[in-house]
Every structure is written in C-alpha cells, then in structure tokens.
C-alpha cells in the first residue's frame, strides 16, 4: 500500500530536489523553449514524475496514458476508472512485479547457497545456514535470553552492501532474539571474539516479504559478524 500512496503522490513524494539532481542541466536547457512559466512548472512537474517512476521501478507504461489521466483530473473530465478500480490495478501490478521478483530471487539464492556449501570451511546447519569461521573468539556463546553487541556487514549475493555497523562507526546492540532466525542460530554458536560470515537463505532472512528497498522479495543474505561481547 505504500507504494500505491507513492504512485498516487508522484510529484509530491520525490519533490523538486531530485529533479534537480538528476536533470538540472536537461530542464536548465528545456526551460529555456518553454513558452510561459506555467510551461515550465508543468514539464518540471512531468519530470519529477517520471523520475520517481523510475525510482519505483515501473518499467512498461504509455506516457499518452499517463498524461491523460492528469488531464482527466485537472479538467474534472469523467475519469474511465474510478479510484479503487485504478488503486487495485496498481496494487496487482506491484505484488506480479514482486512474485516475478521473488522467484528469481529464489533461485539464483538456491543456486548460490547449492555451490557455496561445496567451498572449504563452509558448514551447513539442519535448518540450511551456512557459516564460515574467519576467526575463533574463547569468550561465551550467547544465550537466546541475552543481549549482545556485534559489529557486521550486511550484502546481498551480488556484493551490494545494504547496511553495515562499521560504516557507522558504531556497534549495534540486540537481543539475541530480536533478529532474523539466521542470527539467531549462528549468535547462539559464537563465542564472543568471533568473528564469523553468515550465508543465509531467504526462509532465515526476511522470506517472501523482503525488507526495505534494498533487500527483495527471497534475497538470500551475506554477513560479516563479528561478536564483541554479551552485555548486562
């Protein structure tokens, strides 16, 4: 839904910065055959707009199509949809989009996951986490009850990093069971000092959901985590 409320608010959501950003010399230039400043405003509108299609993935549309729609709007022309038949259009297309996605996801994640298990020091858990000591700490393991601080650095398969604790310059603090399932087998192994690399699949991640806008539907996940200590 909160896509559909981005589509719904196009220019709006991505404002005039990111027109700026993206085209300032393309609408410096174009403004300058405009024939009024209403002129202007409207191709900078139409910018914006694009833009955050864009952004928002939307591959396949007819531009006559969407300037239509504005027109219909501004004219108060009757509209060939109303709003929930037009919203349930856009809420279809986005979950097709994000099957399709989902499904390719997983599977290059099982592809993956099925040639990294045969890699040296690689180990493989009953529940399919894979994990890769990179060094050994002698301090406790944590227990599921308690609170740990770890430094880590979170990728998906193809190396993009989607967060990390050490570009922050700061550990995050947790509870062990406040984290995706693979965390939270692989904490419960690591005595404190260890630093380990975790490839876990999407079932232990964030599943069919998916998190934020980097992290899609079935992504299997990559970590460096590095246990530090289990705190009070």
Same mark, same amino acid.
């Given at each position: 839904m909160k896509k559909i409320i981005l589509a719904g608010t196009l220019a709006f959501a991505i404002g005039f910065s990111a027109c700026e950003q993206k085209s300032s010399e393309g609408t410096e230039q174009s403004s300058n055959t405009m024939d009024n400043s209403l002129d202007s405003l409207s191709y900078s509108f139409g910018i914006s707009i694009g833009n955050?299609?864009?952004q928002n993935e939307i591959e396949e549309l007819n531009p006559d199509m969407v300037a239509k729609g504005i027109a219909d709007v501004y004219s108060d022309a009757p509209a060939a949809m109303s709003m929930e038949e037009s919203q349930g259009i856009i809420q279809a297309y986005y979950e097709t989009k994000a099957n399709q996605k989902g499904a390719a996801n997983s599977e290059k994640g099982k592809a993956f996951l099925s040639e990294n298990s045969q890699k040296e020091g690689v180990q493989t858990t009953q529940s399919g986490l894979q994990y890769e000591v990179l060094s050994e700490g002698d301090g406790n393991m944590p227990k599921i009850t308690d609170k740990v601080s770890v430094h880590y650095r979170g990728t998906l398969i193809d190396g993009t990093v989607f967060d990390s604790s050490y570009e922050r310059g700061e550990p995050a603090s947790f509870p062990v069971n406040g984290v995706i399932p693979g965390w939270i087998e692989a904490l419960q192994m690591m005595p404190v000092g260890s630093k380990w690399k975790?490839? +876990?699949?999407?079932?232990?991640?964030?599943?069919?959901?998916?998190?934020?806008?980097? +992290?899609?539907?079935?992504?299997t996940l990559i970590f460096e985590v590095e246990l530090l200590s289990i705190d009070e």
């Open positions: 955050n299609l864009k975790l490839y +876990i699949p999407s079932e232990l991640a964030y599943g069919e959901r998916g998190a934020g806008r980097m +992290i899609g539907p079935n992504e």
